[in-house]
């Protein structure tokens, strides 16, 4: 690990920046352009996670080319393949479905800290449907034979993750019958599936979802194709973020406004803080401070928390976050992380079984360098770049995990901090 002092507090922040591709549309394009046995993908995200998918299906017998572009090619079958996901719960979980519906003996594993996050629903729903699996009770590693699906109807609960719903759905096309999914009880971080219904129609899936979450997609294969990824709006909220804590003026892009992608919903959180949010053209202007307190439900959007308990605890008292019940499971225990860190800063907040409350703000009268822990988690660290713009210089135990989604981060934060004065 690396530490880094992360410099503040910043004022009247005045910048412009460029926010990377999106990591979950190029991870599921990944896996369409594998499944079509053939795709491009313009504008990836060259990042930790979407390196290690790329080289997992290189290891299950597809070729990938990165050359700017990423180009995946006809797979050749291979008998035996042993695929690492690193810390890549998006990768593991996307991979298993199509792993189950292609022939080959396939062993899918990860860091100690993936193998504690769950996997039971989708190794159930993949056996349900005649797969050959095998995991360590629900978790990796997990050990498959691949081979043709039957497919037909199928019931899933998925409690703590969309990535299983996802999972089953772009290996769908590959099945005899395709897959009539009626998906039980509620669904975290549900836009994610939105994201995975267009990468899957832009690759010639059919398709139907009714009102009742039921989702019936036809068999016959993906086509080939070439896939442009739009800008990530998780990557986003951090500059947001920025701002809504020190006041000024960002511009950020390239975004779209029409995005499937949840985290959008920033945008309308934050002006309920106080801030104004208006696009132009790929290009979205943050302007002003957050000077009231807010309430916002994350169920939907569990990404933006720590981006997000970070302005609220910067902000005026009494703010509210909810439906952070699966934050637990995510590449840190994300809610107690977050809670510590922050708590290091002077702030105190009421938790609920899945809320926190701001009670008191970070003290931004503070002398000391305060050490705080990334948790070896990229969002976390990020976030505590944001908190050092309001509770004074901090410094972060480990810089590197940034790379798992936004390789560019502390090059775009040092641009973004020289556009600011020192608070005083």
């Not at 908190?387 to 901090?394: D, F, I, P, R």
Request: charged share 20%; net charge neutral.
């Amino acid at each position: 690990m690396v530490t880094r002092l992360l410099p503040g507090p910043r004022c009247g922040i005045n910048a412009s920046v460029r926010v990377p591709s999106s990591k979950s549309l190029t991870n599921r394009a990944l896996i369409a352009s594998a499944a079509a046995d053939g795709g491009r993908i313009r504008r990836p995200l060259d990042c930790d996670d979407t390196r290690l998918l790329a080289s997992a299906l290189s290891q299950a017998g597809w070729p990938v080319v990165w050359d700017g572009d990423i180009i995946v090619g006809r797979r050749t079958p291979v008998p035996k393949a042993e695929v690492n996901l690193g810390n890549s719960g998006t990768g593991a979980r996307l991979i298993l479905g199509l792993l189950a519906c292609v022939p080959g003996r396939f062993s899918v594993d990860g860091t100690a800290r993936l193998r504690q996050r769950p996997m039971l629903p989708l190794v159930e729903a993949l056996a349900a449907l005649g797969s050959e699996i095998r995991s360590a009770a629900g978790r990796l590693p997990v050990d498959l034979v691949g081979g043709a699906l039957t497919g037909g109807h199928l019931r899933l609960r998925p409690e703590v993750s969309s990535q299983f719903v996802s999972s089953l759905l772009l290996a769908a096309p590959l099945m005899q019958h395709g897959l009539d999914l009626e998906v039980i009880g509620p669904v975290p971080s549900r836009p994610y599936l939105d994201l995975t219904g267009d990468v899957m129609e832009h690759f010639g899936a059919s398709i139907n979802r009714d009102e009742k979450d039921r989702w019936k997609v036809e068999p016959g294969g993906l086509r080939p194709a070439t896939y442009v990824v739009e800008g990530d709006w998780s990557a986003m909220a951090f500059a947001a973020a920025a701002v809504a804590v020190a006041g000024g003026v960002v511009t950020v892009g390239p975004l779209s406004a029409t995005s499937s992608q949840g985290d959008r919903a920033i945008c309308s959180i934050l002006e309920r803080a106080g801030l104004e949010i208006r696009f132009s053209g790929e290009d979205l202007r943050i302007s002003g401070c957050a000077t009231r307190s807010f309430e916002a439900d994350l169920t939907a959007t569990p990404d933006l928390f720590p981006a997000l308990v970070v302005v609220a605890a910067a902000g005026p008292e009494g703010s509210v976050l909810s439906g952070l019940d699966h934050l637990k499971h995510k590449e840190s225990d994300r809610l107690t992380v977050m809670v510590g860190n922050l708590g290091r800063l002077g702030a105190v907040f009421d938790l609920g079984p899945a809320s926190v409350v701001v009670r008191r703000g970070v003290d931004r009268n503070r002398s000391e360098v305060a050490r705080v822990t990334a948790a070896d988690d990229h969002r976390v660290a990020m976030a505590m770049a944001v908190a050092a713009l309001a509770a004074g210089a901090v410094e972060l135990d480990d810089e590197r995990c940034v790379g798992k989604s936004y390789p560019g981060f502390w090059t775009m934060w040092a641009e973004l901090v020289d556009g600011g004065r020192d608070c005083g």
